[in-house]
């Protein structure tokens, strides 16, 4: 499903934060990737997620080398292929819940209510449909961005650090679902610092200095 080949990227021809990096993610695989501060996880997950390039190697995602599509045919495969799930939730402050979901579905294709209604009651928000972000618990506006990133039915689900906003009993709800949506079939991609996630899913892959240094079966 997802695979880097000889994977690198430079910023400013001068700090190198992949370097010649190779990893190959299985279809329904849920991968977890660790790594000191600087290690090139945050950096690795934008390139896989389309919203940044390599310098050098490429990206095979589902069949398609998204290092060689162009700013918009990247845009629309991310659209097409991806959901992302973000430390910081970026949902609209003046929209509920249910339109911040459907804000998603107006730029995929077309808004369909009853979509992101599911798409929310799958994330139990089924009865916090109508409340704007500032009266949602920090969780509660977590699982949000979680119902709009699974909106366009994404085959792969890519997280940077989903729960580190959360406290325990939160951060539970939003692993919980996270093993629901691996049973669904999604392929996941996690990057966190959190040994208890770390230990979940199927694999471990750990970066340092932007290389991999380890991999473990969790399974």
């Not at 910023?11 to 990893?23: A, R």
């Not at 000191?36 to 997620?49: A, E, H, R, V």
């Not at 992302?84 to 819940?97: G, M, N, S």
């Not at 704007?132 to 940077?160: F, K, T, W, Y």
Request: with cysteine.
């Amino acid at each position: 499903m997802i695979t880097t080949m000889n994977l690198s990227k430079c910023y400013n021809e001068k700090t190198q934060v992949l370097d010649d990096l190779n990893i190959a993610i299985k279809k329904g695989e849920w991968a977890n990737i660790m790594g000191p501060s600087g290690s090139g996880k945050t950096t690795l997950l934008n390139i896989l997620s389309c919203l940044d390039r390599p310098t050098d190697g490429s990206v095979i995602i589902n069949g398609t080398e998204v290092t060689k599509l162009s700013q918009d045919e990247m845009a629309a495969f991310r659209r097409e292929n991806i959901g992302l799930v973000f430390q910081q939730y970026h949902l609209i402050p003046y929209l509920t819940a249910l339109e911040n979901v459907m804000l998603a579905q107006h730029f995929h294709s077309m808004v369909d209510e009853k979509e992101a209604k599911d798409a929310l009651e799958l994330v139990g928000l089924g009865h916090r449909l109508d409340h704007i972000p500032a009266h949602l618990s920090g969780g509660e506006q977590q699982r949000v961005s979680i119902a709009r990133a699974l909106i366009n039915q994404p085959a792969i689900i890519l997280a940077d650090e989903p729960t580190g906003n959360l406290d325990r009993a939160n951060g539970k709800i939003i692993l919980d679902l996270f093993k629901k949506l691996h049973t669904k079939g999604h392929t996941i991609v996690i990057v966190t610092h959190d040994p208890e996630i770390g230990t979940m899913g199927d694999r471990l892959i750990r970066l340092m200095d932007g290389r991999t240094v380890d991999e473990k079966i969790t399974a």
